[in-house]
């Protein structure tokens, strides 16, 4: 996998809401810097199962609010401001998805490691914190649920 080392000044390289299908080599090409010595890059997938009883999921659908894409750049804002962030992207995705299918991706490149680590546990935390975007799950006994991926 080949990355496309950049240097230019700006840290939010790729934030989005999509409905189509994600891309880890995508938001790992967008964090590439020259001054980076780590990248950190966190996957959340689709699982066969929730809940703590751990309910056979057959469906799984996700909806954003018209802001959730300006609610993403703003939580992205101020973890490039509270860490060394050299570059950052997020993207997550919205609509119908099955067991395996990319919900969000996002990372983060720093000067060392463990910035990157924080930085990225930081912003998918504050993601599934602050953006409003929402699940709706369906499970194989016939029942469904939405969860709030955000406070609002």
Known sequence: MSR?????????????IRDTELSVDEVFRAVGHDS?????????TVRDHDGPSGAEVTGLGYSAHPSAEAELRRVAEKVAADFPVRALAAVHRVGELRVGDLAVVVAVSCPHRAEAFAACR?????????VP????????????????????
């Open 133 to 152: 975007v929402w699940k709706h799950q369906a499970f194989a006994d016939g029942t469904e649920e939405w969860v709030g991926a955000c406070a609002h």
């Open 122 to 130: 930081r912003l998918i935390d504050d993601l599934k914190r602050e």
């Open 4 to 16: 496309m080392a950049q240097t230019h000044d700006e840290p939010l390289r790729l934030i989005a």
């Open 36 to 44: 980076a010595g780590g990248t950190a890059l966190f996957v959340g």
